[in-house]
C-alpha cells in the first residue's frame, strides 16, 4: 500500500487506518477495544450498511494557540475542510477539498466564508452548509485540531521535508529543497497563508508535509511509538464514527492502491468582495467534478 494513501486515511480516521496497515493485528485489537468518540449530537448516527459507499466531512480546527499550549477559547474556525468518499465495493478513495475562504450561503447569517460556519455553528452547521453548497449527503464527520500533526513532528525527533519553492513567514524562511522541521516550523509551514493563492498553496504545501510525516513514521516509528501517535491524534479529535465504521475501513485499507485515490480541489478562482478575499468556485465545473468524485447525486 503506498505510502500517499496512506497519508489520505490518516486523515480520513485520525490513524485508525493507518495503524490498521501498520500494526500487527494483536497491537491493532487492543485499539478496537476502545469505543469510538461520540458524536454531540444526542442521537448516535445510523449503522452504515457493509459495502456502501460512505461520504465523510473532515475538518481541521484552529485551536492552537501555539503547538503545546493550551487551546483558544471557543468558537473555532475550520482550515481545512475536505469532503472524502470512501468505496468498499468500487474499492476507491475520492476527495474534495473545499478552500476556507470560499464563499457560500450560511443558514440564518447569510453569504460568507464557509470556515465561518464552525464558528457560528459548530459541527451541525457546518455539516449543514457543506450538504447546501455540494449537495452531498454527508454520513459520517471528523474534526480535529490540525496542531497535533506538528506534535507528531516533535514526538518524532523532526522530519525531513522536500520544499519545493521558498516560503518566507514572519518567524522562517524556508528555502527549496530537503530540509529538517520541528513541529514549530512545520505548523508555520502547513498554516501560512501569505502567498499569492493563500488558501490554495497551503493545501498543497499541507499535502508535501503530511507524505514526508507518514514516510518518517513508516521508516522510523516502532510499534509503541504508534501507539502513542494513535492516542495524541485521538485526544484531539471529535467524531461520528462508529465502531463497526471503524473496524471495516481498517480492512478496506489493507486492500488499498495509490492509483485508487484521488483527491481534487473545488475549481474556482480568487475574487475580494467588500474588501475581502474569496474563493469563488465555478458551480458547473464542480457540479461536474462532484459527479465524477461522488457518483449521482
Request: charged share 20%.
Amino acid at each position: 500500500m503506498s505510502k500517499k494513501a496512506l497519508f489520505l486515511l490518516l486523515t480520513v480516521i485520525a490513524a485508525v487506518v493507518v495503524l490498521a496497515w501498520l500494526l500487527n493485528p494483536v497491537v491493532l485489537a487492543r485499539f478496537y477495544l476502545t469505543p469510538p468518540i461520540a458524536a454531540p449530537k444526542a442521537q448516535s448516527p445510523k449503522k452504515a450498511p457493509q459495502g456502501k459507499p460512505l461520504n465523510i466531512l473532515i475538518v481541521g480546527l484552529d485551536k492552537a494557540t501555539s503547538i503545546n499550549g493550551p487551546p483558544r477559547p471557543a468558537p473555532w474556525h475550520s482550515d481545512v475542510i475536505m469532503l472524502v468518499r470512501v468505496d468498499p465495493v468500487g474499492q476507491s478513495v475520492n476527495c474534495l477539498s473545499i478552500p476556507r475562504d470560499t464563499r457560500v450561503y450560511i443558514k440564518v447569517y447569510g453569504l460568507g466564508k464557509i470556515t465561518h460556519a464552525h464558528a457560528y455553528g459548530s459541527m451541525p452547521l457546518t455539516i449543514d452548509t457543506v450538504e447546501q453548497f455540494t449537495g452531498i449527503k454527508i454520513d459520517r464527520y471528523i474534526s480535529l485540531d490540525y496542531v497535533v500533526f506538528a506534535r507528531l513532528v516533535d514526538m518524532l525527533g523532526g522530519i525531513e521535508v522536500n520544499v519545493p519553492k521558498e516560503l518566507k513567514t514572519k518567524y522562517f524562511d524556508f528555502k527549496p529543497g530537503k530540509q529538517m522541521m520541528n513541529g514549530r516550523q512545520a505548523y508555520v509551514y502547513i498554516n501560512n497563508r501569505s502567498e499569492p493563492m493563500a488558501d490554495i498553496d497551503r493545501i498543497k504545501r499541507q499535502h508535501y508535509f503530511f507524505n514526508a510525516l507518514l514516510e518518517n513514521l513508516k521508516k522510523h516509528a516502532s510499534a509503541l511509538d504508534l501507539a502513542r501517535f494513535y492516542y495524541e491524534i485521538r485526544k484531539n479529535t471529535d467524531t461520528s464514527f462508529t465502531f463497526s465504521d471503524t473496524a471495516q475501513l481498517a480492512v478496506f485499507a489493507g486492500r488499498l492502491r495509490f492509483e485508487d485515490v484521488n483527491v481534487e480541489t473545488a475549481p474556482g478562482h480568487a475574487e475580494y468582495i467588500d474588501g475581502l478575499s474569496y474563493w469563488i468556485v465555478d458551480q458547473k465545473t464542480l457540479k461536474e467534478q462532484e459527479s465524477r468524485l461522488f457518483g449521482s447525486i
